[in-house]
């Protein structure tokens, strides 16, 4: 796929050349009247919620297990310490992604950083689909994780490359010119943090639910999760409403402060309890900043450390978002004894390392601002 790079003089502005109805002006969905208990191989327990189905296009292996981790709980002052482990399901954004693509056009733009696997979900699900996905990429520091998720973009998605931040909105008008010419285009935001892509991460929180009473699980007091685009938490949120589960999200952030307000989250939480007609509930935000580091991208020593602990016991994190969260598990211990960790990387859209034009430009952007430390 070409790559479109970004001069240094950005004035474009971008707009959806479709208006989208709002969720509060659709007919609530919800179905009050149905119970909230679900045997534990129900892969879609939304559904017993609903009073009419949706469109839906399935991409996740689900249900995603629920692990115990005696040890771990232990080595953090807790008393139980959960792990769902949507990594071997798809992830976080395939869950997404099956609500989203069907109310899609034939053409689709969004954003990310240049390893987002948020973009290339994306990339993968609609390749050879009929749907057609231009992406807009920022840098990020360069590692061999973002290589292979930005390999996963390119061989299914058009990729245009902003050569600095501020350069993003010239990059996203560029896949909009080339998504045009595919049809009408559909805009889907950053991680598809949308009420529609939020009921991925409800209908999943209603899945470990049925997981928690199967296995004789303690209910987790506190739910920790990474915080980039919001649409995870935000479905966290939705779904212990729906419960009525007096939960924590613990909302780690991953990205810069300005983007992941708590605003954000419950914004999205609430237009996406507009579209179901549900109720608000008990369960409540923290937002955790204090494993950013120095941005977004950027590996921390608490994150590395959390990488290798659980490496140890075969879970894979990335950097970027889940080692980040992980690493704010021990720092709850003296507010919560029982702790769930929501494991949303998808480590199957990293491709192994391959020689493309574009990854060969986004790593010569990416050192041009990061340069690799030099051996003395």
Not at 109 to 129: D, K, Q
Not at 157 to 177: E, S
Request: glycine residues 10%.
């Amino acid at each position: 796929m070409a790559a479109h790079r970004v001069g240094v003089e950005v004035t474009a502005t971008v707009q959806s050349s479709r208006t989208p109805r709002s969720p509060e002006s659709r007919a609530a969905i919800l179905d009050p009247a149905r119970g909230p208990r679900y045997p534990a191989g129900v892969t879609l327990p939304l559904e017993a919620h609903l009073r009419r189905p949706l469109p839906r296009r399935p991409l996740a292996r689900l249900p995603s297990p629920l692990e115990s981790h005696p040890a771990l709980a232990a080595e953090c002052g807790l008393a139980s310490f959960l792990v769902k482990r949507d990594d071997l399901a798809g992830g976080n954004k395939r869950r997404a992604l099956e609500w989203l693509l069907p109310a899609a056009g034939p053409a689709l733009v969004t954003m990310g950083a240049y390893g987002s696997t948020w973009c290339a979900a994306l990339a993968a699900a609609t390749g050879g689909t009929g749907q057609r996905a231009e992406v807009a990429l920022f840098p990020q520091p360069w590692s061999a994780a973002v290589a292979g998720a930005l390999g996963t973009t390119v061989a299914g998605a058009g990729v245009h490359l902003a050569t600095r931040r501020w350069q993003l909105p010239l990059a996203v008008a560029c896949a909009w010119r080339a998504a045009r010419r595919h049809g009408p285009v559909t805009w889907l935001p950053a991680g598809g943090a949308t009420p529609l892509g939020v009921l991925g991460s409800v209908n999943a929180l209603l899945e470990c639910a049925g997981q928690l009473t199967a296995e004789g699980f303690p209910r987790p007091e506190a739910i920790v999760v990474p915080y980039g685009s919001g649409g995870t938490a935000a479905g966290l949120l939705v779904g212990a409403g729906l419960l009525g589960w007096p939960v924590t999200i613990v909302a780690v952030r991953v990205t810069d402060p300005w983007f992941t307000t708590r605003r954000r989250i419950l914004s999205l939480a609430a237009r996406t309890r507009a579209l179901l007609g549900a109720p608000a509930g008990a369960a409540t935000l923290r937002l955790d900043g204090a494993q950013l580091g120095a941005g977004y991208g950027h590996d921390t020593t608490a994150a590395a450390t959390a990488r290798v602990r659980l490496a140890e016991r075969g879970i894979l994190l990335d950097a970027t978002y889940s080692a980040k969260a992980c690493a704010a598990v021990r720092s709850l211990a003296g507010s919560f004894r029982h702790v769930c960790f929501w494991h949303t990387f998808d480590p199957s859209l990293v491709a192994p390392p391959m020689d493309h034009p574009v990854l060969r430009d986004a790593h010569r952007y990416a050192e041009s601002l990061w340069p690799p430390p030099t051996s003395t």
